[in-house]
Every structure is written in structure tokens, then in C-alpha cells.
């Protein structure tokens, strides 16, 4: 049997615009998605869009019950910036009656909220001044931040400021995957500088309201790994863990931005706009936990085709296909639990032992269905296999000495998720949006009931 620490978490995880749904009901404005969808949702899986998502918004008082069912200890979601402060001044005191009775049901039932302030929803009040790309934005996070901790901070001891910075800036300014949908490297570079800059400030404010609390950043963290030990693989793992980890890790964690990622974007010509003062306010705003999100590792060799100065990071970096790669056949993905332990001992190793958790972790299906018993539970083994896998990884990282302190998987229920829609499912609960957002237990929570309940399996 492999036990767990007694202080362990576990839960799962979600997020504001994934889960709620009424994306413009109750006193909530439009981010870049709810804006996006409506121009263009024929971009969106099945025109699915984040109008209802998993309906959360009604049915959350179910959802905490559900989430006892499973044995949950702790659970992250994400507060909306466009629900909580659709103008970015004021206070929606509907949203503020949902959160607070959201957290307070989840604090009643025993499960410690992780509460997290941007999951890539921009508010578009703000997209239309240029988002991250226009500095208004880092006070203007912060200001948010702020209101949040004073309004929540009673209920909610820890929080995080970002989930997955890369992606925003990664899908935004350099793949087309996320809204404004355009490729420029000295922009994505700008809003990534932006975006740290926010989490430093936000982290400032926390510590002003409450000093008690804890506070961290959610990346989407693996080290690299080089096709070869060829000089020029290496030189392309080392640009992907700069760009990819060490950009955010470092700042948050050390409190400095990379020296070798900034002579890096120097000889790029890719150097950011900076303030005096910046350096300071990074300095002085550390974490206290970090949250790791990890599906699947990051395979790299050199370009093959490389512009200088660097157009895209493929100029840099190339993905590459490990022939000997273990697939997900439900969404792709390679399966490479061993990730799990390399980043964990990078964590003991390179920063500090810091204490940090997975975020997320899980195995994403599309058509899940065809998994579905005559009575309507779904035979998710293949994702109890996947959960074993990884918690053994981490298991035999916190035997040798790594400080993680919790297993969340994505996610709860079933969700929608950006411009996939609804295609792949996560949830230990099956979302029927055929009938009403009705959940129904997959097998998986089951088992997810038994694992809490020992500690281990
Ligand atoms: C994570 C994100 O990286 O991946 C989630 O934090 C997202 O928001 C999840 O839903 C799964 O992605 P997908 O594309 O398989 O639905």
C-alpha cells in the first residue's frame, strides 16, 4: 500500500469561466471568450461556447455535496474578474452573495478552498486598451486582487494569482489558439513582463490584507527533455526551460527574472519594456507555494528551419515526437509519469524545496460515452490507471525529500474547456448537457472516494 503524508491534500480542480455558465447573467460583463465566442463560434467545438459551461453557477450547492461523496479536502476554483468587478471599479454584490456562500458551504463541509484570480479571462473592457500588453493592466489586476482578498479573505486562506501565465501569452501572441490571436514574439515577451509584473503586485497586496494567508502561482511546469545529447538539442532544451519554467519559476520563487533568459531575449531583440522599480517589486514579492499542472512532458529538439532573429519560439525550439512515447488514445497526449518525479526533485533541487502541489493532473477523453455501463456509470478505469501512475511518481518523489503537499486533478465535474468545448472530458462526474448539466459519479470517483479515505491506495 503506498500512504501519503496525514497533512496531504486532495481535490480537484476547476475554473470561473469553465464551470459557472450565465457568462453575462447576473451583473457579469464579457471577457475576450464570452467576445470571442460571440463573434466567431464556429472556432469553438460543437459552437460550444462559455454560456453554460458545467452550470455550476446554479447547481454549486450540489457540487459541494458531490464533493463530500468523493472524500474532496480541498478544491480550487477561479473567481471571475468580469462577475466580481464587471467594470473594473466596482463591486457586483451579486457576485460577492455567490462566492461568499460558495466558499463558506465549502469551508462548512470541511474542504479548504484554493481560490485562484485569472484563468485566462481577460475582462474585455480591458482586452480593448490592449490587455496585457498595455501596463494599465498591472494595476489594474492588482486593484482586483485586492478587492478579492478583502471581500473573500475571511474564508479564503490560500490563493494563487495565475493559472498557466505561459498559455495565455503562448496561445494569444504567438499560436492563434487564444483571443487576440496574433503572432508577435516582442508582444508575447511585453505581455508575459506584464503579466509578472501583475502576479508581483497582486502578491503585494495580499500581503498587506492579509498577512496570514498563503499565496502562489499555478504553472504548467516539466523540464524539457532533448532529443540527444547533440550540442544543439541541448542549447534547445535549455530555451524551452528558460521560456517555458524558468521565466515565472524563477521571478516568483527567487524573486529575479532569469539572467540568461534576459541576455536570451536581448540577442533577440525581444527585450521588454521596463520600469525602475520593477526589479525591486519582484525582489519583494516571493510565493509561498507553487502549483504544478502537468499532463504530459515537453520533447524538444534543435529548430530545423531557424529565423534570426527568433519570429516564433519554433525558432528557438522545435517540438519533437519521442518515437518510444506512451499515447492517450482518447486525446493524444503522451503519458510520462516520470515527468512528475523530475519536476518535483527540480523543485527540491533548483528552488529551494519550496512547498508546492499538483494543481492538475488528468486524463482528458473525448467521446467518453462510448465507456458508459447499462446504468450509467461510466468505466473510467483508464483514468484510475493514470491517477495510480502519476501518485506513485509522486510518492516516491516526497520519500525523497520533495515537499509536495496535495494531488488535484482536473477536474471536478466534467467542463468546458476553451475552444475544445465539451470535447474532452476529465470530470469524476459525467456532465449530461443533454439533460439539464445532470452529474452522475463515474467510476473514477469511486475509487477517488477510497484513496482519500485511506491516504494512499
Ligand atoms: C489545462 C488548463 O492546461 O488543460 C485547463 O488549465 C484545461 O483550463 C485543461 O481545460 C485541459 O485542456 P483540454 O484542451 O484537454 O480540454
Known amino acids: ?169 503562448e496561445c494569444g501572441y504567438l499560436t492563434g489558439y487564444h483571443y487576440p490571436d496574433i503572432i508577435d514574439f516582442k508582444k508575447a515577451v511585453q505581455v508575459g513582463y506584464h503579466t509578472l509584473l501583475a502576479h508581483a503586485a497582486a502578491v503585494a497586496e495580499f500581503r498587506k490584507v492579509k498577512p496570514d494567508g498563503q499565496i502562489g502561482i499555478i504553472l504548467n511546469i516539466t523540464p524539457a527533455y532533448a532529443k540527444s545529447d547533440a550540442p544543439a538539442d541541448l542549447a534547445a532544451k535549455e530555451k524551452a526551460d528558460l521560456l517555458l519554467a524558468k521565466s515565472f519559476l524563477e521571478p516568483t520563487v527567487l524573486g529575479q527574472v532569469p539572467p540568461a533568459l534576459i ?20 525582489a519583494a514579492n516571493r510565493v509561498d507555494f507553487i502549483g504544478v499542472n502537468y499532463y504530459q512532458p515537453l520533447r524538444v529538439q534543435a529548430p530545423t528551419n531557424p529565423h534570426f532573429p527568433a519570429l516564433t519560439t519554433d525558432d528557438l525550439y522545435e517540438n519533437y515526437v519521442w518515437p518510444e512515447r506512451r499515447i492517450n488514445p482518447y486525446r493524444g497526449w503522451e503519458i510520462y509519469p516520470e515527468a512528475l518525479y523530475d519536476v518535483a526533485m527540480m523543485m527540491k533541487n533548483d528552488y529551494q524545496n519550496i512547498p508546492w502541489y499538483v494543481s492538475e493532473n488528468g486524463m482528458g477523453v473525448a467521446d467518453e460515452e462510448r465507456f458508459m455501463a447499462a446504468d450509467g456509470e461510466i468505466q473510467d478505469d483508464y483514468r484510475i490507471e493514470f491517477m495510480q501512475e502519476h501518485l506513485r511518481q509522486l510518492h516516491r518523489a516526497i520519500a525523497d525529500g520533495s515537499s509536495c503537499f496535495g494531488y488535484h486533478t482536473w477536474t471536478f465535474n466534467d467542463c468546458w474547456s476553451w475552444l475544445n468545448g465539451f470535447r474532452n472530458r476529465y470530470g469524476f462526474f459525467r456532465v449530461d448537457l443533454e439533460h439539464n448539466a445532470q452529474r452522475t459519479m463515474k467510476k473514477s470517483g469511486h475509487w477517488y472516494r477510497q484513496l482519500t479515505e485511506n491516504n494512499g491506495f
Open 263 to 282: 541576455t536570451l531575449l536581448a540577442e533577440h531583440q525581444l527585450t521588454p519594456v521596463t520600469e525602475v522599480g520593477d526589479r525591486d517589486l519582484l
Open 1 to 169: 500500500m503506498i500512504k501519503f503524508p496525514e497533512y496531504f491534500m486532495w481535490g480537484a480542480a476547476t475554473s470561473a469561466p469553465q464551470s459557472e455558465g450565465y457568462a453575462l447573467n447576473y451583473g457579469k460583463s464579457a471577457s475576450t471568450w464570452d467576445k470571442w465566442f460571440e463573434m466567431h463560434p464556429e472556432k469553438f467545438n460543437g459552437d460550444q461556447g462559455p454560456d453554460s459551461a458545467s452550470d455550476t453557477y446554479r447547481l454549486y450547492k450540489e457540487d459541494v455535496q458531490n464533493m463530500q461523496k468523493i472524500g474532496l479536502n480541498s478544491f480550487r476554483t477561479s473567481i471571475a474578474w468580469t462577475r466580481l468587478m464587471p467594470d473594473g471599479e466596482h463591486v457586483n454584490p451579486e457576485a460577492v452573495a455567490f462566492y461568499r456562500d460558495y466558499f463558506e458551504r465549502l469551508k462548512a463541509a470541511n474542504i479548504t478552498p484554493i481560490i485562484n484570480l485569472f484563468h485566462f479571462d481577460m475582462p474585455w473592457w480591458l482586452m480593448e486598451k490592449g490587455g496585457w500588453e498595455n501596463r494599465e493592466s498591472v494595476m489594474a489586476f492588482a486593484r482586483y486582487a485586492k478587492t478579492a482578498f478583502e471581500l473573500f479573505g475571511d474564508l479564503v486562506d490560500r490563493w494563487t494569482t495565475f493559472n498557466e501565465p505561459i498559455v495565455h501569452i
